[in-house]
T-cell receptor
Framework: AQSVTQPDIHITVSEGASLELRCNYSYGATPYLFWYVQSPGQGLQLLLKYFSGDTLVQGIKGFEAEFKRSQSSFNLRKPSVHWSDAAEYFCAVGVTGTASKLTFGTGTRLQVTL | GAVVSQHPSRVICKSGTSVKIECRSLDFQATTMFWYRQFPKQSLMLMATSNEGSKATYEQGVEKDKFLINHASLTLSTLTVTSAHPEDSSFYIC?????????????FGPGTRLTVT
């Protein structure tokens, strides 16, 4: 079965600094990969997704992620963090034949200091 | 983007009672809805998948007689926790999709915090 690991439970960065959130997956083939953001009181919002093709994926709010098959990783990056980016970030994988089911990582809480 | 609502946002109930949580897609027709459960500092765990007009498909280990899911219309799914016990206390999240397959985005509700006393 597939699994997702987000090694960092909590990350603190200064506003304006760059950000990288790590995500590693375990699956025999290339999965569908997603990053979601959850703000307090809000539902999860899709930031970006990777299905195939270009391994560098651009998303909303200035985020991007790079699929690296050799490392089984799909790390999320942003060159300059804004205070409004403080939230919980979830990486998720989907696999074919599972009717759109998603397997989520445990999340990384991002704190932004001014 | 599409909006999914959940009601109530918080509920406290006594052990042994039943609680119903509603999930609505406000501006699109949701062919498929998903119910997740989230424990503190843990990931979202899929409980079941429901398609409009048909029975829900439950994940392994989820008691379908305890967590009753109804998806009677294209805009509404309900999760009823029957005979709730303190161990059922959790954060329940629904999502909705206008189709089957990963090309159809899942839109998530804000969640319902259930506390069983």
């Amino acid at each position: 079965a597939q699994s997702v690991t987000q090694p960092d439970i909590h990350i603190t960065v200064s506003e304006g600094a760059s950000l990288e959130l790590r995500c590693n997956y375990s699956y025999g083939a290339t999965p569908y990969l997603f990053w979601y953001v959850q703000s307090p009181g809000q539902g999860l919002q899709l930031l970006l997704k990777y299905f195939s093709g270009d391994t560098l994926v651009q998303g909303i709010k200035g985020f991007e992620a790079e699929f690296k098959r050799s490392q089984s990783s799909f790390n999320l990056r942003k060159p300059s963090v804004h205070w409004s980016d403080a939230a919980e970030y979830f990486c998720a994988v989907g696999v074919t034949g599972t009717a759109s089911k998603l397997t989520f990582g445990t999340g990384t809480r991002l704190q932004v200091t001014l | 983007g599409a909006v999914v609502s959940q009601h109530p946002s918080r509920v406290i109930c006594k052990s042994g009672t039943s609680v119903k949580i509603e999930c609505r897609s406000l501006d699109f027709q949701a062919t498929t809805m998903f119910w997740y459960r989230q424990f503190p500092k843990q990931s979202l765990m899929l409980m079941a998948t429901s398609n409009e007009g048909s029975k829900a498909t439950y994940e392994q280990g989820v008691e379908k007689d305890k967590f009753l899911i109804n998806h009677a219309s294209l805009t509404l799914s309900t999760l009823t926790v029957t005979s709730a016990h303190p161990e059922d206390s959790s954060f329940y999240i629904c999502s909705a999709s206008s189709g089957t397959g990963y090309s159809y985005e899942q839109y998530f509700g804000p969640g319902t915090r259930l506390t069983v006393t």
